[in-house]
């Protein structure tokens, strides 16, 4: 099995990067967190690796850290998500999110990640929490950190929903805004963004 590769970049167009290794060039994919870390193309690159072996295929999946592999490959060991959904969770959440949804059971959060429903949520929840929080215990102490400082946004967009607002939008308006601000504040600015919207 591939865990490593070390080469030249020689292109990247999200999802798949191209890593010429000894003049062998390999094509992996990877989540946007990865690509936010990518050098220039014709720079030198390193990733670490994990390798699916299918009847039809051997994919390679690239991330910038073994702490993002390592979350990669606790999601794909959840029944119902693979690794284009783990991918996706991985560019949709960092760990410290991701750990926060978990400890927090916040399902909508969770939905809001393309290719995951309520009954995967529900199921990443039940089947990931307690695993997360012991094989990522450093992460699941910044996520409870986080957790309680985002209070303060998951009130106002509870406040928003009750008002009508779905929570896709809420969540997005809510998320853009400077995370320092009193629930208030937050629903105060939200309501201001999305009234001038057309929902």
């Known amino acids: 099995m591939i865990a490593w590769l070390s080469g030249i970049l020689l292109d990247k167009q999200p999802p798949t990067i191209l890593l010429n290794v000894n003049g062998i060039g390999y094509e992996l994919e990877a989540p946007l967190s990865t690509f936010y870390e990518l050098p220039a193309v014709n720079e030198a690159l ?26 990669f490959r606790s999601l794909i060991k959840v029944n119902g998500v693979g690794p284009k959904v783990a991918l996706a969770v991985l560019s949709t959440m960092s760990a410290q999110e991701l750990l926060a949804c978990m400890a927090n059971e916040d399902f909508n959060q969770l939905t809001t990640v393309p290719g995951i429903g309520k009954k995967t949520a529900q199921r990443l929840v039940v089947e990931m929490k307690d695993r997360l929080e012991k094989e990522f215990a450093d992460i699941a102490l910044e996520a409870n950190i986080a957790s309680h400082a985002s209070d303060g946004r998951q009130d106002a967009i509870s406040a928003l929903e009750s008002l009508g607002y779905k929570n896709s939008d809420a969540s997005r308006v809510v998320r853009s805004l400077d995370k320092d601000l009193s629930s208030e504040e937050f ?12 929902l």
């Open 46 to 71: 390193d990733l670490h690796v994990h390798m699916v072996v299918r009847e039809d295929a051997q994919l390679l999946f690239g991330f910038s850290s073994q702490q993002q592999r390592d979350l």
């Open 187 to 198: 629903i105060r600015q939200s309501l201001r963004i999305l009234s001038g919207k057309v």
